[in-house]
T-cell receptor, first 113, second 114 residues
Framework: NAGVTQTPKFQVLKTGQSMTLQCAQD?????MYWYRQDPGMGLRLIYY???????DKGEVPNGYNVSRLNKREFSLRLESAAPSQTSVYFC????????????FGQGTRLTVV | DQQVKQNSPSLSVQEGRISILNCDYT??????FLWYKKYPAEGPTFLIS?????DKNEDGRFTVFLNKSAKHLSLHIVPSQPGDSAVYFC?????????????FGKGTKLSVKP
């Protein structure tokens, strides 16, 4: 089983460039999430989608946009990348929001220079 | 303010001994508590959880203890093995409430030495 798949695994961007991080899950989960992990900061929620057709801001949404394309896919877009967005990004999914267990992808390591 | 605190950034334990990882929280509305394990270059994986109606949950070598009055959560690993070396995150939620998303601590890096 693939679980949660993120692409790309690595990316280097120049300041001001844009890009979209892709995430897909094959577990028929309703809820999906984007987190970022910075050294010494744990995982912080950027955006989430409780169900298909809905998206909401998390703890650190500034500089990002998301799209819940369908039940399987949830993308994260950086419109104008900044060095402060250098981080490791994780997509996750759960059966529904408030479900106890979330499953994570392998992460995307993004560097903005 | 941090709602979830893991005050020990790192912990080193000898193989075969007990590892105890701690987590403190401030919001008494949290009612579900989880531990995730993370290896380098991988995503976090779920390890064990406990609801607020219990004070202990055991799964093989892993036991989670919850002290609601102290707002304290701990993970015990007995016996510790070198393969347990990873970063451990506690994650909390208010099931069905306003915080239906997981809120993570900053993690504790466990090193188990052979």
């Amino acid at each position: 089983n693939a679980g949660v798949t993120q692409t790309p695994k690595f990316q280097v961007l120049k300041t001001g460039q844009s890009m979209t991080l892709q995430c897909a899950q094959d577990m028929n989960h309703n809820s999906m999430y984007w987190y970022r992990q910075d050294p010494g900061m744990g995982l912080r929620l950027i955006y989430y989608s409780a169900s298909e057709g809905t998206t909401d801001k998390g703890e650190v949404p500034n500089g990002y946009n998301v799209s819940r394309l369908n039940k399987r896919e949830f993308s994260l877009r950086l419109e104008s990348a900044a060095p402060s967005q250098t981080s490791v990004y994780f997509c996750a999914s759960s059966v529904y929001r408030g479900n106890t267990e979330a499953f994570f992808g392998q992460g995307t390591r993004l560097t903005v220079v | 303010d941090q709602q979830v605190k893991q005050n020990s950034p790192s912990l080193s334990v000898q193989e075969g001994r007990i590892s105890i990882l701690n987590c403190d929280y401030t919001n008494s509305m949290f009612d579900y508590f989880l531990w995730y394990k993370k290896y380098p270059a991988e995503g976090p994986t779920f390890l064990i959880s406990i609801s607020s109606i219990k004070d202990k949950n055991e799964d093989g070598r892993f036991t989670v203890f919850l002290n609601k009055s102290a707002k304290h959560l701990s993970l015990h690993i007995v016996p510790s093995q070198p393969g347990d070396s990873a970063v451990y995150f506690c994650a909390l939620m208010n099931y069905g409430g306003s915080q239906g998303n997981l809120i993570f601590g900053k993690g504790t890096k466990l090193s188990v030495k052979p």
